[in-house]
């Protein structure tokens, strides 16, 4: 692996105030694809990329990403939370995309070097954390209609703090009946570019009614609930905690699979299955659903106060955070800041 250090080190922002993505640290990781091989990772100091305006991935939208987080706790202990996990997300997203598949393993000992060398950047203040963004994009010049013969992945780093920072009480969501983001065979499990941008529309319009952000239904019937925009969805109804189950064309969220797997490690009882927008409205109505919250690596745990669907808008458990959801945000941070023990095996120290 080559290393090109910064000649000057950039000033760092103030931890306590943090705005989601708006700034990176002093290098980045880049790795190129050219005649069928993957060169060698190179960490660099952080830069602009000039690119041909004919680039394939600026028309056609042949484009993935991930993200994960490093952390670093009070004692100054810096970790990884399942960040292998979302390189093997990451290849099924490429393959999905037709890109090209990455080893694993070498991307990964190229991004702990990365973070070894930007470490500290890494805020230690509780809920923040150094959000890692490795992107992959078809690098190749050339407008024609297929699948490029070039890529560029690359890593870039950004010290954050919460990602909602709703004013005025929990986050709000609204169930979207008409707008869609994922459809069974489409390409809602990928990470890819597309299905963001695609999405700003209907996210335009949920915070013009005073929502925060968007609560997908399915593309069939716009009735069965999917997820969040950035986040698997989970409520709490007469004690169980349900979220939809995994169809194609939901996230499968790393988040949403460790909170499914804490939670019935601590005796709680879950379950993954198809769930309507009218069975979670009529449960809010009756009082039977007495937490919502969502749940993945930007978001953590952001519990929801108020849920709206055509013209209802109910408040949940009086805007207030949940037992179980406040339960699953210590237990989930506390493993990836090792305050407890990492019994899953999930957490990379150094
Ligand atoms: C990334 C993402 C999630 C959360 O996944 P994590 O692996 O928990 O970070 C959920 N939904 C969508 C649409 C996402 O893009």
């Known amino acids: 692996m080559k290393i090109v250090k910064a000649k000057e ?72 939370f399942r960040t292998r996990d979302n390189l093997v997300r990451m290849n099924k997203s490429a393959e999905r995309m037709c890109m090209a598949q990455f080893d694993v393993d070498v991307v990964f000992d190229a991004l702990k070097a990365l973070i070894d060398l930007d470490r500290e950047w890494i805020p230690n203040l509780p809920g923040t954390s150094l959000y890692l963004r490795p992107t992959m994009i078809a690098s190749e010049s050339v407008v024609g209609l297929r699948v490029s013969s070039k890529y560029r992945f690359f890593v870039i780093m950004s010290p954050v703090g919460l990602y909602h920072k709703p004013v005025g009480g929990l986050v709000k969501i609204y169930a979207e009946e008409g707008l869609v983001r994922a459809a069974i065979g489409g390409t809602g499990e990928a990470k890819c570019a597309g299905n963001y941008g695609g999405a700003f529309y209907a996210n335009a319009k949920v915070k013009g009614l005073g929502f925060d952000d968007v609560l997908w239904l399915d593309a069939k019937e716009h009735k069965y609930i999917e997820e969040v925009g950035s986040m698997n969805i989970m409520f709490v109804i007469d004690g169980t905690v349900v979220t939809p189950k995994l169809n194609g064309s939901i996230l499968r969220g790393i988040t949403r699979d460790s909170v499914l797997k804490v939670l019935a490690k601590h005796g709680y009882q879950t379950e993954e299955r198809q769930i309507s927008i009218d069975e979670v409205m009529e449960a809010a109505r009756s009082g039977r659903l007495t937490e919502i919250f969502g749940c993945g690596t930007a978001a953590v745990i952001s519990p929801v106060g108020t849920i709206g669907y055509k013209n209802e808008k109910i408040v949940v458990n009086n805007d207030k955070v949940g037992q179980i959801s406040q339960f699953i945000l210590d237990r989930v941070t506390g493993i990836q800041t090792l305050k407890y023990a990492d019994e899953f095996n999930w957490v990379t120290k150094f």
């Not at 660099?44 to 056609?60: G, I, K």
Request: hydrophobic residues 40%; glycine residues 8%.
């Open 9 to 80: 080190l950039k000033k760092k922002p103030d931890f306590n105030n943090l705005v989601f993505g708006h700034t990176f640290t002093d290098h980045m990781l880049i790795m190129d694809f050219e005649n069928g091989a993957w060169g060698e990772p190179q960490i660099v100091p952080y830069q602009d990329f000039v690119c041909p305006p004919a680039m394939l991935c600026l028309h056609y939208g042949q484009a993935i990403f991930e993200g994960c987080k490093a952390y670093r706790n009070a004692k100054g202990e810096v970790s990884l």
